[in-house]
């Protein structure tokens, strides 16, 4: 079924890694991605641990045929997927051909993976997790905010991305039950395709998920970013905004918010870091267990840590 497995290291000892993995034969086909990592390790410590399923979703996973191929989208490569978005700008339809039949593209990622970045022309369901992700799935009257919700469930091709395409497994399998018939999925995610075609159709950063919060299409693919530039192929608006205040300035950063027991993880731009003191909403600036605003890139550690502070704080007051 899905398997994830994350390493970092130097790049001759990953590819060893990679060959004595492929000579397992459950491995054999295993599709690998490597990506610099821009300051020392992204992984510096080794962690084994047992999930259940690496995909959280309402109403569970469990109950899903996930281990039929064919219940899944159609995978893409890169190169196939590059050729179907562009194809579909082309406003001349007469030709027909397979490539420019209507497709509706999804982004089953979560809300702040999308801010700082995604496919022009996608379009993601209202929600802040992929958890909730809702495309598709209302049994009731169509919404109106829904693309999937009046369609013609066989001829509208449907193409789908996430990070890394396990989410896409999941998604693709609910709405073939629903009895979508037409489904595509990227290949390997969004990591896969800026390795290989670079920021073409792209717009914006890529979210990922470990301390390096989002990387830019470059250190995928160096070269491809230039090139696409000169050919006009790379949308230079900065489309990414501060979720307090919508201001498009250049240094927003992801971080979760101050208060403990929101923590939602948003981008914000550093006036109002100051102003809210690292916290999402006015609410969550009184709330009981805030941790003080961290500086630069780093992530929030445990709590006790915080909150041993905060008595010390307290009693010196
Ligand atoms: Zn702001
Ligand atoms: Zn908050």
């Known amino acids: 079924m899905n ?62 045929p996930l281990l039929d191929p064919s219940m899944r989208a159609i995978p893409l490569a890169p190169s196939e997927w ?8 082309d406003i001349d339809k007469a030709s027909n051909s397979d490539l420019n039949r209507d497709f509706i593209l999804l982004d089953v990622r979560n809300g702040y993976e999308w801010d700082i970045g995604h496919f022009h022309g996608a379009r993601r369901p209202d929600v802040d997790c992929f ?19 009046d369609l013609d469930k066989e001829k509208t091709d449907i193409l789908m991305y996430c990070t890394g395409g396990i989410r896409c497994d999941v998604y693709s399998t609910i709405l073939r039950q629903r009895g979508f018939h037409n489904l595509y999925a990227l290949k390997g995610g969004v990591s896969h395709y800026l390795e290989n075609e670079g920021p073409v159709e792209w717009v914006g950063n890529l979210f990922v998920f470990d301390s390096r919060l989002s990387l830019p299409p470059s250190a995928y693919k160096p070269d491809a970013v230039s090139e696409a530039r000169m050919i006009g192929k790379v949308s230079e608006n900065p489309f990414a905004t501060c979720y307090i205040c919508s201001s498009q300035v250049r240094e927003l950063r992801h971080r979760n918010c101050a208060n403990l027991d929101c923590n939602l993880l948003f981008l914000c731009c550093a006036d109002c ?21 961290l500086p630069g890139y780093q992530r929030y550690k445990k709590w006790h840590l915080y909150r041993d502070s905060e008595v010390q704080s307290q009693l010196t007051i």
């Open 3 to 64: 398997k994830g497995l994350m390493h970092s290291g130097p790049s001759r000892d990953a590819l060893a890694y990679v060959e004595w993995l492929r000579e397992d034969e459950n491995f054999s086909d295993l599709l690998v991605q490597i990506c610099p990592a821009l300051n020392g390790h992204a992984f510096p410590k080794l962690k084994l641990r047992y999930k259940p399923s690496l995909v959280q979703l309402e109403g569970g996973i469990s109950h899903l």
């Open 131 to 149: 958890r909730s992700t809702s495309f598709g799935l209302s049994q009731r009257e169509a919404f109106a905010s829904d693309p999937l919700a």
């Open 82 to 89: 590059r050729n179907k978005l562009e194809a579909g700008k």
């Open 273 to 293: 870091v100051k102003n809210l003191r690292g916290c999402c909403c006015l609410n969550c600036t009184t709330a009981p267990q805030r941790r003080p605003v």
